[in-house]
């Protein structure tokens, strides 16, 4: 099976822009993650999306906003974005919830906001 | 203090050295991920577990649910297992997301 694939791999944006970006997960995983890296809070989890509904949320605003699609690709839109914004955004997915599934992840998106 | 944590923060090594990586929590979890990042930030699920012991190959991961305690060993440490690693729970009650430790930079030397 494929991985998942995460575009574009890399993305150059001024203060202000919004900026969106697409994850395809692996064939048949219906749940989607999305989570921020910076060197100064490291991980941190966006939002999980399974069945094109958001049923979680990390503690981020409401400039971070995703969507899930019917073929389980799913999009997370940044708008207004600010310095701060600047990280690797990785998605990853799952066959369900992560009690007894592993989470498989993409390359991620590495957002530089100048 | 963060839900979890780890320990240590940087770690160097001689190849062929025993390695221990260790991960303890504050919140009751249902699962403990352990995943590898490689420069680049490619990362990569090594364990996920609930209870007791599981090894691949040159890799152990223990977890001691009383204690909130999680450990990751590494048998005859080799310069490619330079990468960092992160323990990551999966909170009780909340299955669907990964709260993470803020990894170990490891560092195996030839």
């Known amino acids: 099976k494929a991985g998942v694939t995460q575009t574009p791999r890399y993305l150059i944006k001024t203060r202000g822009q919004q900026v969106t970006l697409s994850c395809s997960p692996i064939?048949?995983?219906?749940?989607v993650s999305w989570y921020q890296q910076t060197p100064g809070q490291g991980l941190q989890f966006l939002f999980e999306?399974?069945?094109?509904?958001?049923?979680n949320k990390g503690n981020f605003p409401g400039r971070f906003s995703g969507r899930q699609f019917s073929n389980s690709r799913s999009e997370m839109n940044v708008s207004t974005l600010e310095l701060g914004d600047s990280a690797l955004y990785l998605c990853?997915?799952?066959?369900?919830?992560?009690?007894?599934?592993?989470?498989?992840f993409g390359p991620g998106t590495r957002l530089t906001v100048l | 203090k963060n839900e979890v944590e780890q320990s240590p923060q940087n770690l160097t090594a001689q190849e062929g050295e025993f390695i221990t990586i260790n991960c303890s929590y504050s919140?009751?979890?249902?699962?403990l991920h352990w995943l590898q990042q490689h420069p680049g930030g490619g990362i990569v699920s090594l364990f996920m577990?609930?209870?007791g012991k599981k090894k691949h190959g040159r890799l152990i991961a223990t977890i001691n649910i009383q204690e909130k305690h999680s450990s990751l060993h590494i048998t005859a440490s080799h310069p490619r297992d330079s990468a960092v690693y992160i323990c990551?729970?999966?909170?009780?009650?909340?299955?669907?997301?990964?709260?993470f430790g803020s990894g170990t930079q490891l560092t195996v030397l030839p």
């Open positions: 990853a997915s799952s066959e369900r919830d992560l009690r007894n599934n592993e989470q498989f």
């Open positions: 064939s048949g995983h219906r749940s």
């Open positions: 999306y399974f069945s094109e509904t958001q049923r």
């Open positions: 919140v009751g979890i249902s699962a």
């Open positions: 577990l609930s209870s």
């Open positions: 990551a729970a999966v909170r009780a009650g909340s299955a669907r997301q990964l709260t």
